[in-house]
């Protein structure tokens, strides 16, 4: 992610960090990002040189005013003054990945060859919830009908294989290096 989208998350963060409704500033934060995701003519609107950043804040004002926090508005008239309100999505981004640290979430991907039951899906939340010292466990799931058994273990970018084909792969580097 580049650089401006982490500075401007952690800003936000700092202002949410301050306040006794923290979890609201991520709401809001997701609601006019969703919007400006999935509304080209909204995002036009925004994005568009020829109007002025004055007429841009006002009807970010009146349009989100009465669905999210007051210094979120200000957030997003700032990121319009400094051009800055193309990042949004990565800002957004970011925001989460900050927010989950701050209330020590821990967000992980079970990746099995066929749906896990709750009581399974449970398991792994509390072992890893334990191995990351965590407070709260997120668990995504997805189903990989190539795995032959077992789960993979997704952290962001980090991947602990489980599964039997891990293994079988494993075994079979041995075997042709050994």
Request: hydrophobic share 40%; glycine share 6%.
């Amino acid at each position: 992610m580049p650089l401006v989208e982490q500075r401007y998350a952690q800003a936000l963060i700092d202002i949410a960090a301050k306040s006794p409704e923290f979890d609201e500033f991520g709401e809001g934060l997701k609601i006019i990002a969703d919007v400006y995701n999935s509304d080209e003519d909204f995002r036009y609107f925004l994005l568009n040189p020829k109007i002025t950043v004055g007429v841009k804040q006002d009807v970010v004002k009146n349009v989100f005013g009465p669905k999210v926090k007051i210094e979120l508005i200000n957030y997003i008239s700032l990121l319009l003054a400094k051009g800055r309100i193309k990042f949004l999505p990565g800002i957004f981004y970011e925001y989460m990945v900050y927010a989950d640290k701050f209330k020590n979430t821990l967000n992980i991907t079970i990746i099995s060859a066929s749906p896990l039951l709750d009581a399974q899906i449970n398991l792994i939340k509390e072992k890893y919830k334990k191995l990351y010292t965590s407070t709260r466990v997120v668990a995504n799931t997805e189903i990989d009908k190539n795995l032959l058994g077992g789960v993979k273990i997704r952290i962001g970018d980090k991947v602990t294989d489980g599964s039997v084909k891990g293994r079988l792969d494993e075994m079979r580097k041995l075997l042709i290096t050994g």
